[in-house]
C-alpha cells in the first residue's frame, strides 16, 4: 500500500504524467501533457465507437463518435443522425480530461484530522474502502437512525437514479442534489400552474414566436442555440429577457428587454397586463380551463408599462412592443432557464407568471406551441420511479420524517428529494452526520464557508470524483475515483421517445470505477447486494428498464447504436379536453382545480400567497444596505468554456480566460477609476474577492456579471443564504456588491 502525503502526493502527480495512470491533484494550475500513455501505435487500427459527452453535465447530450485505437482514445467527434449536436470546446477538450494526469485513480483515505488545513491521503484498496464506508455509515445509522446519513450528488446527473434507490434501501429520507439551486424552482412552479414539469419547448416548424426568458443558449447549450437559429432564419420571431447583451440576444431577438436582474416578476405581471389590456388573450381557453383570472387580472393591473420601466429598467414602450408581437404571432413557445432569472428570492412567483404566458395566450399543447403530456417514464436523470423506490419511500413514511419539511413544504409536496440549502444547519442541529457525496462541490452554495464547515463537521463522508479538489476534499475523510464518461456506461441519453444506450468505448484509468459500479457495491457492502445487483451495473440498468414497463431491454438499445425509437406515444393536440393530462383520466389539468392555476391552491394551501406577487429582492436598490454597496452582483452567468468548478485545469480552455474576471460597464469601471486588466476587489458585508476586470457593454451600469467556481476567487464568499421561501433557491442572480481597484 503506498503512504502518500501531500508532498509526495505532488511527486505522484509529475510522475503520473510520465506513467500515464496515478494519482494527482487538481491545482488550479496548468501542467498538461499527455501521458505516453494517451498515445497509441499510428499502424493499429482505428475502431470507431458511439457515445456522448458529459462535459457540461447537462442533459441530454451530445453525441460523440470515438476513433479508439489500443484502448486510447484519439480522436473525438460530433455524431450524426444524433438529436444533440455538435460539439462545443468542451466536448473536444474532453480528451484533455480523460487523459488528464491530474486524475483521481485509486481510493484514498485520510491519515491527518481535519482540523489540518490540507488533507494527507494514503492509498487503499476498493474491499477496504467498502468496507470502512459499511461499518462508518452503518454505525451512524445504529446511533442516530438512518435519516442522520446523507446521500448526495452534485452536478451530475447520471448517477441519481442509483443513489436514490441506495437512500431509500437504506432508509434514509436524505437524499438530495444540485438540483437544490438548479432547475427544479422552474419546474416546480410549472407543476403549481399546469401541472407538468416543464422549461419549456424549442419552437418548432409551426411556431410563430418564441419567449426566451432569460436563456443564454448560445454558451450554455450550443446544441440548443443551433435549432433555435434555424427557427429564427424560417421567420419565428423572438422576444429575449435579459439584463445582458449575449450572444443569444444579439443572434435571436427581435426585441430585448434588457430587464434589472431579480425584477422579473414585475416584468412578467407587466406582460400579462399588456396582453390583457392589448387583447390578446385567448378568451375561450381562460373561461374554461384557468382558474383565479380575475384576481390575476386584478393584481397585474397596477403593473403598467410606466410603472414597470421604473421597477425594472425595461423601457414602457418596448414591454408594450413585446407583449404585442409575442401576442400577434401565434402559436409561440417559451423558453425558461434552470438558472439565470431563477436564482432570486422571488422565483417561486415570479417563474408561474412566465408559464401563465403561454397559458393566457392558448399556446398550450398546441402545435408549435408549448407541448404537454406524458412523455416516457425517465426522469431527467434517465431513471424511474420505481427504480428509484419511490413506492417504498411513500409506503414507509419517508415524508414524514424529512429535514426539510418544515423549512420548505412546497419543495417537499413537489419532490422525494431533500432541499440541501440548510445542511449546516441539519449538521449543526445534529440531524445529518454522515455522507457519501457524488461529485460534491463547497463553492456550489451560497456563503460557501458554512458548508464547508458542515461537510467538515460530518462524523464521516467519502466523495466520489474524478479529481481530487482541495476545496471540498480536504474536508472529507475518503476519496473514490470515479470513471469518466467514456470509461463507463450509464443512464440512457433520452430525447423524447428515442433511447441512446452508452456503453464505455475505452477501460478506465487506473482502479476507477464507474459511478454507478461504485454506488451499487457501497449498497452491497450495507447489506443490500440483491437489490444492488451485487454491483453490477448491466443488471441495474436491464432492471430499470424493467421498470419502465415498456418492455424494453438492454439488447434492444444494443442492437439499435443509432437510438431506439419507443413506438407509441399520444401526440394529440390539447389533451386536457380528452383527459390525457391527469392520472385520473378526467377532462382538464393535474393541479389541485383541474385547471391553469393562474391563482395556486398549493401554495395557499401550504399558508403562501397563491397569486404570482412581485417582491423586491432582499439585497436590491431598494434596501438599506444598496448605500455601501450600489452594484447589483449577477453571478453564474455562464461561460462557453468552462462547467461551474470543473475545466479549468484544460489548456484548450483554460486560454479562453485563465483568471477569474469581474465584468462591469464603462460607466461603472470609469467612475471607480478601473481600468481594462486592473485588478480589483469585490466586496459587500459578507466577503471579497480580488479579480481581474473587464470592461464590456455586455452588462448593465449597476450590475456586475461574474463566474462562479474559481476556487481563487469564490464568489459564493459574497452571495446570502436569503432562500426563496418557496423554492429554497438562492439568489445568485441578485446581490449587491461593490467594487475597487485594489
Ligand atoms: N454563485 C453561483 N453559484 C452557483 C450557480 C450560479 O449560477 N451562481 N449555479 C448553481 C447551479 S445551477 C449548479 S448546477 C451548481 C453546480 O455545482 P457543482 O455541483 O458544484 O458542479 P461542478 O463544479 O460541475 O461539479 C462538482 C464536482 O463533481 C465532479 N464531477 C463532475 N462530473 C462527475 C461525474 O460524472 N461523476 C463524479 N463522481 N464526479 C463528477 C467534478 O469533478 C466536481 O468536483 O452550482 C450552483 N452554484
Ligand atoms: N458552458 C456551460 N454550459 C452550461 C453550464 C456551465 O457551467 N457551463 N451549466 C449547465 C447548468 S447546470 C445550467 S443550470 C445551465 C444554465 O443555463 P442558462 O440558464 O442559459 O445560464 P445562465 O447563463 O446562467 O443564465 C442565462 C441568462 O440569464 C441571465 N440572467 C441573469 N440574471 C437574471 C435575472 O435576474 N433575470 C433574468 N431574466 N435573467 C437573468 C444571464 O444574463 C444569462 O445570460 O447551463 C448549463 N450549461
Ligand atoms: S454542449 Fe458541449 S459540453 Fe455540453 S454535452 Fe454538448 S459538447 Fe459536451
Ligand atoms: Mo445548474
Given at each position: 500500500?503506498?503512504?502518500?502525503?501531500?508532498?509526495?502526493?505532488?511527486?505522484?502527480?509529475?510522475?503520473?504524467?510520465?506513467?500515464?495512470?496515478?494519482?494527482?491533484?487538481?491545482?488550479?494550475?496548468?501542467?498538461?501533457?499527455?501521458?505516453?500513455?494517451?498515445?497509441?501505435?499510428?499502424?493499429s487500427?482505428?475502431?470507431?465507437?458511439?457515445?456522448?459527452?458529459?462535459?457540461?453535465?447537462?442533459?441530454?447530450?451530445?453525441?460523440?463518435?470515438?476513433?479508439?485505437?489500443?484502448?486510447?482514445?484519439?480522436?473525438?467527434?460530433?455524431?450524426?443522425?444524433?438529436?444533440?449536436?455538435?460539439?462545443?470546446?468542451?466536448?473536444?477538450?474532453?480528451?484533455?480530461?480523460l487523459?488528464?494526469?491530474?486524475?483521481?485513480?485509486?481510493?484514498?483515505?485520510?491519515?491527518?484530522?481535519?482540523?489540518a488545513?490540507?488533507?494527507?491521503?494514503?492509498q487503499?484498496?476498493?474491499?477496504?474502502?467498502?468496507?470502512?464506508?459499511?461499518?462508518?455509515?452503518?454505525?451512524?445509522?445504529?446511533?442516530?437512525?438512518?435519516?442522520?446519513?446523507?446521500?448526495?450528488?452534485?452536478?451530475?446527473?447520471?448517477?441519481?437514479g442509483?443513489?436514490?434507490?441506495?437512500?431509500?434501501?437504506?432508509?434514509?429520507?436524505?437524499?438530495?442534489t444540485?438540483?437544490?439551486?438548479?432547475?427544479?424552482?422552474?419546474?416546480?412552479?410549472?407543476?403549481?400552474?399546469?401541472?407538468?414539469?416543464?422549461?419549456?419547448?424549442?419552437?418548432?416548424?409551426?411556431?410563430?414566436?418564441?419567449?426566451?426568458?432569460?436563456?443564454?443558449?448560445?454558451?450554455?447549450?450550443?446544441?440548443?442555440?443551433?435549432?433555435?437559429?434555424?427557427?429564427?432564419?424560417?421567420?419565428?420571431?423572438?422576444?429575449?429577457?435579459?439584463?445582458?447583451?449575449?450572444?443569444?440576444?444579439?443572434?435571436?431577438?427581435?426585441?430585448?428587454?434588457?430587464?434589472?436582474p431579480?425584477?422579473?416578476?414585475?416584468?412578467?405581471?407587466?406582460?400579462?397586463?399588456?396582453?390583457?389590456?392589448?387583447?390578446?388573450?385567448d378568451?375561450?381557453?381562460?373561461?374554461?380551463?384557468?382558474?383565479?383570472?380575475?384576481?390575476?387580472?386584478?393584481?397585474?393591473?397596477?403593473?403598467?408599462?410606466?410603472?414597470?420601466?421604473?421597477?425594472?429598467?425595461v423601457?414602457?414602450?418596448?414591454?408594450?412592443?413585446?407583449?404585442?408581437?409575442?401576442?400577434?404571432?401565434?402559436?409561440?413557445?417559451?423558453?425558461?432557464?434552470?438558472?439565470?432569472?431563477?436564482?432570486?428570492?422571488?422565483?417561486?412567483?415570479?417563474?408561474?407568471?412566465?408559464?401563465?404566458?403561454?397559458?393566457?395566450?392558448?399556446?398550450?399543447?398546441?402545435?408549435?406551441?408549448?407541448?404537454?403530456?406524458?412523455?416516457?417514464?425517465?426522469?431527467?436523470?434517465?431513471?424511474t420511479?420505481?427504480?428509484?423506490?419511490?413506492?417504498?419511500?411513500?409506503?414507509?413514511?419517508?415524508?414524514?420524517?424529512?429535514?426539510?419539511?418544515?423549512?420548505?413544504?412546497?419543495?417537499?409536496?413537489?419532490?422525494k428529494?431533500?432541499?440541501?440549502?440548510?445542511?449546516?444547519?441539519?449538521?449543526?442541529?445534529?440531524?445529518?452526520?454522515?455522507?457519501?457525496?457524488?461529485?460534491?462541490?463547497?463553492?456550489?452554495?451560497?456563503?460557501?464557508?458554512?458548508?464547508?464547515?458542515?461537510?467538515?463537521?460530518?462524523?464521516?463522508?467519502?466523495?466520489?470524483?474524478?479529481?481530487?479538489?482541495?476545496?471540498?476534499?480536504?474536508?472529507?475523510?475518503?476519496?473514490?475515483?470515479?470513471?469518466?464518461?467514456?470509461?463507463?456506461?450509464?443512464?440512457?441519453?433520452?430525447?423524447?421517445?428515442?433511447?441512446?444506450?452508452?456503453?464505455?468505448?475505452?477501460?478506465?484509468?487506473?482502479?476507477?470505477?464507474?459511478?454507478?459500479?461504485?454506488?451499487?457495491?457501497?449498497?452491497?457492502?450495507?447489506?443490500?447486494?440483491?437489490?444492488?445487483?451485487?454491483?453490477?451495473?448491466?443488471?441495474?440498468?436491464?432492471e430499470?428498464?424493467?421498470?419502465?414497463?415498456?418492455?424494453?431491454?438492454?439488447?434492444?438499445?444494443?442492437?439499435?447504436?443509432?437510438?431506439?425509437?419507443?413506438?407509441?406515444?399520444?401526440?394529440?393536440?390539447?389533451?386536457?379536453?380528452?383527459?390525457?393530462?391527469?392520472?385520473?383520466k378526467?377532462?382538464?389539468?393535474?393541479?389541485?382545480?383541474?385547471?391553469?392555476?393562474?391563482?395556486?391552491?398549493?401554495?395557499?394551501?401550504?399558508?403562501?400567497?397563491?397569486?404570482?406577487?412581485?417582491?423586491?429582492?432582499?439585497?436590491?436598490?431598494?434596501?438599506?444596505?444598496?448605500?455601501?454597496?450600489?452594484?447589483?452582483?449577477?453571478?453564474?452567468?455562464?461561460?462557453?468554456?468552462?462547467?461551474?468548478?470543473?475545466?479549468?485545469?484544460?489548456?484548450?480552455?483554460?486560454?479562453?480566460?485563465?483568471?477569474?474576471?469581474?465584468?462591469?460597464?464603462?460607466?461603472?469601471?470609469?467612475?471607480?477609476?478601473?481600468?481594462?486588466?486592473?485588478?480589483?476587489?469585490?466586496?459587500?458585508?459578507?466577503?471579497?474577492?480580488?479579480?481581474?476586470?473587464?470592461?464590456?457593454?455586455?452588462?448593465?451600469?449597476?450590475?456586475?456579471?461574474?463566474?462562479?467556481g474559481?476556487?481563487?476567487?469564490?464568489?459564493?464568499?459574497?452571495?446570502?443564504?436569503?432562500?426563496?421561501?418557496?423554492?429554497?433557491?438562492?439568489?445568485?442572480?441578485?446581490?449587491?456588491?461593490?467594487?475597487?481597484?485594489?
Open positions: 500500500m503506498t503512504d502518500i502525503s501531500r508532498r509526495g502526493f505532488v511527486k505522484g502527480a509529475t510522475a503520473a504524467i510520465a506513467t500515464g495512470v496515478g494519482v494527482g491533484l487538481s491545482n488550479g494550475g496548468i501542467n498538461f501533457l499527455y501521458p505516453k500513455e494517451a498515445f497509441a501505435n499510428e499502424d487500427p482505428i475502431e470507431k465507437k458511439y457515445s456522448y459527452c458529459d462535459m457540461c453535465n447537462h442533459v441530454p447530450k451530445c453525441g460523440i463518435i470515438a476513433s479508439v485505437r489500443e484502448n486510447k482514445i484519439v480522436r473525438v467527434e460530433s455524431r450524426d443522425k444524433y438529436p444533440s449536436t455538435p460539439l462545443c470546446a468542451k466536448g473536444i477538450a474532453s480528451l484533455q480530461e487523459y488528464d494526469p491530474h486524475r483521481l485513480t485509486v481510493p484514498m483515505i485520510r491519515t491527518n484530522t481535519k482540523d488545513s490540507a488533507a494527507e491521503w494514503k487503499i484498496s476498493w474491499d477496504e474502502a467498502y468496507a470502512t464506508i459499511a461499518e462508518k455509515l452503518n454505525g451512524v445509522k445504529q446511533r442516530h437512525g438512518a435519516d442522520a446519513v446523507l446521500f448526495f450528488c452534485g452536478d451530475p446527473k447520471e448517477p441519481r442509483a443513489m436514490q434507490r441506495l437512500a431509500t434501501l437504506f432508509g434514509s429520507s436524505s437524499y438530495g444540485e438540483s437544490s439551486v438548479c432547475a427544479a424552482a422552474s419546474w416546480m412552479c410549472a407543476q403549481m400552474v399546469f401541472g407538468q414539469n416543464s422549461m419549456g419547448e424549442n419552437p418548432s416548424d409551426k411556431s410563430a414566436s418564441c419567449l426566451v426568458w432569460s436563456l443564454n443558449a448560445a454558451w450554455s447549450q450550443p446544441n440548443r442555440y443551433g435549432v433555435l437559429y434555424r427557427q429564427k432564419e424560417r421567420g419565428c420571431k423572438f422576444v429575449v429577457v435579459d439584463p445582458r447583451i449575449t450572444p443569444t440576444v444579439t443572434g435571436l431577438a427581435d426585441i430585448h428587454l434588457q430587464l434589472r431579480g425584477s422579473d416578476g414585475a416584468l412578467a405581471a407587466g406582460f400579462i397586463n399588456q396582453l390583457i389590456v392589448q387583447d390578446l388573450i378568451k375561450d381557453f381562460v373561461e374554461t380551463w384557468t382558474h383565479g383570472f380575475e384576481e390575476l387580472k386584478t393584481y397585474v393591473a397596477s403593473f403598467t408599462p410606466e410603472k414597470v420601466e421604473e421597477i425594472t429598467w423601457e414602457a414602450a418596448k414591454l408594450v412592443e413585446a407583449a404585442r408581437l409575442i401576442g400577434e404571432n401565434k402559436p409561440g413557445t417559451l423558453l425558461t432557464s434552470s438558472k439565470g432569472g431563477c436564482h432570486t428570492t422571488n422565483v417561486g412567483h415570479f417563474q408561474r407568471a412566465v408559464f401563465m404566458i403561454p397559458a393566457l395566450l392558448g399556446n398550450l399543447d398546441v402545435p408549435g406551441g408549448l407541448p404537454l403530456g406524458p412523455g416516457l417514464p425517465f426522469d431527467y436523470a434517465a431513471s420511479k420505481a427504480f428509484q423506490l419511490e413506492d417504498v419511500y411513500e409506503a414507509e413514511g419517508f415524508q414524514q420524517r424529512r429535514h426539510d419539511r418544515e423549512d420548505f413544504p412546497v419543495w417537499a409536496k413537489y419532490y428529494m431533500m432541499q440541501t440549502v440548510k445542511l449546516p444547519e441539519y449538521v449543526e442541529q445534529g440531524k445529518i452526520r454522515a455522507g457519501v457525496l457524488l461529485g460534491v462541490n463547497s463553492m456550489m452554495w451560497p456563503n460557501t464557508p458554512l458548508y464547508k464547515k458542515a461537510i467538515r463537521d460530518l462524523e464521516f463522508s467519502v466523495a466520489i470524483d474524478y479529481y481530487l479538489r482541495p476545496v471540498t476534499h480536504d474536508l472529507v475523510d475518503m476519496v473514490l475515483p470515479a470513471a469518466m464518461c467514456y470509461e463507463r456506461s450509464a443512464a440512457f441519453a433520452i430525447f423524447g421517445r428515442k433511447i441512446f444506450l452508452r456503453e464505455p468505448v475505452v477501460t478506465p484509468a487506473g482502479e476507477a470505477r464507474e459511478d454507478w459500479r461504485i454506488i451499487l457495491e457501497i449498497g452491497t457492502a450495507l447489506g443490500y447486494g440483491e437489490q444492488c445487483f451485487n454491483g453490477n451495473v448491466d443488471a441495474a440498468l436491464e430499470l428498464l424493467a421498470t419502465t414497463r415498456l418492455g424494453i431491454t438492454l439488447a434492444d438499445l444494443r442492437a439499435n447504436p443509432q437510438g431506439f425509437e419507443v413506438p407509441g406515444g399520444n401526440k394529440d393536440p390539447k389533451k386536457y379536453e380528452a383527459g390525457g393530462l391527469r392520472p385520473d378526467q377532462p382538464g389539468f393535474n393541479t389541485p382545480t383541474g385547471k391553469v392555476e393562474l391563482k395556486s391552491r398549493v401554495l395557499e394551501d401550504l399558508g403562501f400567497e397563491g397569486l404570482p406577487v412581485y417582491e423586491e429582492p432582499l439585497h436590491g436598490p431598494l434596501s438599506a444596505d444598496f448605500k455601501d454597496y450600489p452594484l447589483i452582483l449577477n453571478t453564474g452567468s455562464r461561460l462557453p468554456y468552462y462547467t461551474h468548478s470543473k475545466l479549468r485545469d484544460l489548456p484548450w480552455l483554460n486560454q479562453f480566460m485563465p483568471e477569474p474576471v469581474v465584468r462591469l460597464s464603462p460607466q461603472d469601471a470609469h467612475a471607480r477609476g478601473l481600468n481594462q486588466g486592473d485588478a480589483a476587489r469585490v466586496f459587500n458585508h459578507q466577503g471579497e474577492v480580488t479579480m481581474k476586470v473587464e470592461i464590456t457593454n455586455m452588462v448593465l451600469p449597476g450590475v456586475v456579471d461574474i463566474f462562479h474559481w476556487q481563487q476567487a469564490d464568489i459564493n464568499l459574497l452571495t446570502t443564504r436569503d432562500f426563496d421561501p418557496i423554492s429554497g433557491f438562492p439568489p445568485f442572480s441578485n446581490g449587491l456588491c461593490e467594487v475597487a481597484k485594489v
